[in-house]
């Protein structure tokens, strides 16, 4: 019986955490790790990061609250995201630049939304633990902007 492939392909460096993308046999991760002062590592799959990206609109005590300054900014990317896809979540991950600093971009592919995530954020997920993200993963309190009905115009 074959071994699984694993693969690590990274992204970037931002701060002290090393930011990769990571394939297991059970699906896409995202790899976050730090060598130094503390080593530590996380894994967060597509379904957390599509999460994170309505950390504006469900703020969680994990991250500082965001500031409409902070959020003033315009990310710059080259264009190059990777995709990372589950059978419940398509984000796409990549580095942008806020200003002068690199930062990491993930964007909820199906709603559109994005969050960028700076060194001080990326090294506060690293203390997570999954049900920090569970705010996050619930919709049940998101409204819905309903559609244009075609057949009402």
Avoid: C, W
Wanted: aromatic share 6%; no cysteine.
């Amino acid at each position: 019986m074959p071994q699984p492939q694993f693969t690590n392909v990274p992204l970037g460096q931002f701060g002290n955490i090393e930011v990769s993308t990571y394939q297991t046999a059970t699906g896409p991760r995202l790899r976050l790790r730090r060598h130094t002062p503390r080593p530590a590592e996380a894994y967060f799959d597509p379904l957390e990061l599509e999460g994170l990206t309505r950390v504006r609109y469900k703020p969680i005590p994990l991250l500082p609250p965001r500031s409409d300054q902070a959020n003033a900014a315009t990310p710059r990317t080259d264009g190059t995201m990777a995709p990372l896809q589950n059978e419940f979540a398509l984000v796409s991950v990549g580095v942008a630049r806020v200003g002068s600093e690199e930062a990491l971009m993930i964007r909820d592919m199906n709603a559109g939304q994005t969050v960028v995530l700076r060194a001080e954020e990326l090294d506060a997920l690293l203390r997570a633990r999954h049900r920090d993200f569970a705010p996050l993963v619930d919709t049940s309190d998101l409204v819905a902007i309903p559609e244009a009905d075609i057949d009402q115009a």
